[in-house]
């Protein structure tokens, strides 16, 4: 009997350290139950496999009519033209249901700035492709939100895998770098990298000028070349002075001033 009682008593001891021990143990289920995630803000990364990033900051403002706001909500990208099913993308539709891709490329602008940006974005090609382009297209021409448009060959759009952005280092593009698309024109100078990008037309133009195009700017834009010339088909930059002429007409003016200089110094003087 006495044993039996000190086996109940070993049992109530035993079975009340059990409840102790799980009152106060920390409740797993519950935690995980109650887990929420949340939204931190976006960071600005400063560095990329050991390359230096500009910040976003380092831009300057040189759009046509300023920053522009886009409403997301009724933001539409429409790919029209030389296709077979123009198509019509809501912003999530883009971002969501792409890959995207990343690239360290430098914008270089004609006013003699640059910055080297980490960009986030989707192939144009991955885009265009669902609308089954008409082989007669050579040419894309993109508008913008604020009136703004530019070409592009086709060809330079495919084999250099060009992207539209929709981050850059790390961060949701913010309203002044071209919210929602920019598109990232690599070995093009900054005026063909158009931002606040609302339709992408696909044409068999390849002579199309956007806005600073039809005022003087090259048509091609590659980096290296003059920026300036080629209106209409017609090369207009303005021509390099000839070196070899500088000593001849140094000699020419200093004979002139030598041989008149009489006749100058009077009139000078007549002046006065």
């Known amino acids: 009997m006495m044993f039996k009682k000190h086996n109940l008593v070993i049992c109530l001891l035993f079975f009340g350290l059990v409840l102790s021990i799980s009152i106060?143990?920390?409740k797993l289920t519950t935690y995980a139950s109650q887990n929420v995630t949340t939204d931190l803000d976006e960071v600005e990364i400063s560095e990329c496999e050991g390359k230096n990033l500009s910040s976003i900051e380092g831009f300057r403002e040189n759009s046509i009519k300023g920053p522009q706001y886009v409403d997301v909500e009724a933001y539409r990208l429409s790919i029209t033209g030389l296709v077979n099913n123009e198509l019509n993308y809501i912003y999530y539709d883009v971002i969501n249901n792409h890959q995207s891709y990343k690239k360290v490329v430098t914008l270089n602008c004609v006013e003699g700035w640059s910055v080297t940006i980490l960009w986030e974005g989707l192939?144009?090609?991955?885009?265009?492709?669902?609308?089954?382009?008409?082989?007669?297209?050579?040419?894309?021409?993109?508008?913008?939100?604020?009136?703004?448009?530019t070409s592009l060959p086709l060809e330079y759009i495919?084999?250099?895998?060009?992207?539209?952005?929709?981050?850059?280092?790390?961060?949701?593009?913010?309203?002044?770098?071209?919210?929602?698309?920019?598109?990232?024109?690599?070995?093009?100078?900054?005026?063909?990298?158009?931002?606040?990008?609302?339709?992408?037309?696909?044409?068999?133009?390849?002579?199309?000028e956007g806005f600073w195009e039809s005022r003087g700017y090259s048509n091609i834009g590659n980096l290296g070349e003059p920026f300036y010339g080629n209106v209409g088909g017609v090369d207009n930059s303005i021509p390099e002075f000839p070196s070899w002429l500088i000593v001849p007409i140094f000699f020419v003016t200093t004979l002139f001033i030598v041989i008149y200089r009489k006749k100058i110094f009077a009139v000078i003087k007549s002046d006065k």
């Not at 929709?166 to 593009?173: A, E, G, P, R, S």
């Open 24 to 26: 106060n143990s920390p």
């Open 123 to 149: 192939l144009i090609k991955d885009l265009i492709q669902e609308t089954e382009v008409s082989p007669e297209a050579n040419t894309v021409i993109f508008y913008a939100y604020d009136g703004y448009s």
């Open 158 to 208: 495919l084999e250099n895998d060009i992207i539209i952005a929709y981050k850059m280092n790390n961060v949701t593009l913010p309203p002044e770098r071209g919210y929602p698309f920019q598109l990232v024109a690599e070995s093009k100078w900054g005026y063909k990298w158009i931002k606040w990008i609302t339709e992408i037309k696909l044409s068999n133009n390849p002579e199309y």
